[in-house]
């Protein structure tokens, strides 16, 4: 949900559809509401409303449509558009559709994207902009206590905020991510990390004892990887798996379970590739 123009078409399009980010300039304004269905996480169906966000729209949703719009929703992502010049009127619709929300969907989650944040080059003044809204936001959020992220189509801040809306969806998270730790740990593994299958988003990942890796990273490899698998798909041959051997390390991308890819990387020069994947193999049972 947001105004016109904030973005969210444009956010659905490069999570959700492989679009590029200058690809979005195209878009048109959304007419009414966008329903689409992701498969997501092998049995989770992901359905995503977009809300256009011309005025004749706004109206009919929190009015004849009320019920429809915000019944049953498990999560509220609402974007403000950095470039506003009407950000009172931002903050209105915020406002109404928050109460709307607290009357029929009193569990659900709220995310607040502070989009375009590209729009600002300083990175001490796009964290002080991030935490006004922020405050902003708290203080008129009543019963709900929402995250609020600063994001870009233009970089990884887009990837990172989307990986954690979607994966609170996922029930199980923690399982996964206490038998991914145990993974890394047994096979000496510097990092593992598991990517759903159909938006390559990182579901978790656990790290070795090597320094945190660049926060662009996973957004790098998801986006590296969908235009393989994509230029695989046109030369009809599926993407199956990649492993690359470096000197300083050895990389493994393997379908992993019905709905994940694991991303393997070994430091330790002795430890043999076939060893690893034998290890991804073992594995397998113990995440499906
Ligand atoms: P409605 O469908 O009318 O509700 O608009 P919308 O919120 O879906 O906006 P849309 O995704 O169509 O984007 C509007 C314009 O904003 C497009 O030209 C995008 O290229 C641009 N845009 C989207 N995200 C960003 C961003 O992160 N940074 C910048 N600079 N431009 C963006």
Not at 15 to 24: G, Q
Not at 138 to 154: A, D, E
Not at 192 to 216: I, K, N, Q, W, Y
Request: glycine share 4%.
């Amino acid at each position: 949900m947001g105004r016109s123009g904030a973005g969210k078409t444009s956010m659905r399009s490069l999570i959700f559809a492989n679009f590029t980010a200058s690809d979005t300039r195209r878009l048109g304004a959304t007419i009414d509401v966008e329903h689409s269905t992701v498969q997501f996480m092998g049995n989770l169906s992901l359905n995503i409303w977009d809300c256009g966000g011309q005025h004749k729209y706004l109206d009919n949703y929190l009015n004849e449509q009320k019920e429809n719009i915000f019944g049953n929703v498990e999560v509220l992502i609402f974007v403000f558009d950095l470039e506003t010049n009407d950000r009172d009127s931002e903050y209105t619709l915020y406002d109404d559709c928050l109460q709307s929300l607290a009357q029929l969907s009193r569990d659900a989650k709220v995310y607040c994207l502070v989009h375009k944040i590209d729009k600002i080059t300083d990175p001490e003044q796009k964290r002080n902009v991030v935490d006004s809204y922020e405050s902003a936001i708290l203080q008129r959020s009543g019963v709900f206590q929402p995250h609020v992220y600063g994001t870009s189509i233009w970089d990884h801040t887009l990837y990172k905020a989307w990986s954690q809306i979607v994966f609170t969806l996922v029930p199980n998270m923690a399982t996964i991510q206490g038998n991914l730790e145990r993974f890394c740990e047994l096979t000496d593994a510097a990092e593992v990390v598991l990517f759903e299958r159909a938006t390559f988003l990182v579901v978790c990942r656990a790290m070795g004892s090597g320094p945190d890796p660049h926060p662009d990273r996973y957004m790098a490899v998801s986006q590296s990887i969908k235009q393989y698998r994509d230029a695989c798909a046109d030369q009809g041959t599926p993407f199956r798996s990649t492993h690359i051997r470096t000197r300083s390390y050895t990389l493994f991308i393997e379908p992993f379970t019905k709905s994940t890819y694991i991303l393997v990387i070994t430091a330790d020069p002795d430890v043999e590739p076939a060893v690893t994947k034998a290890n991804i193999e073992a594995a397998r049972s113990h995440f499906t």
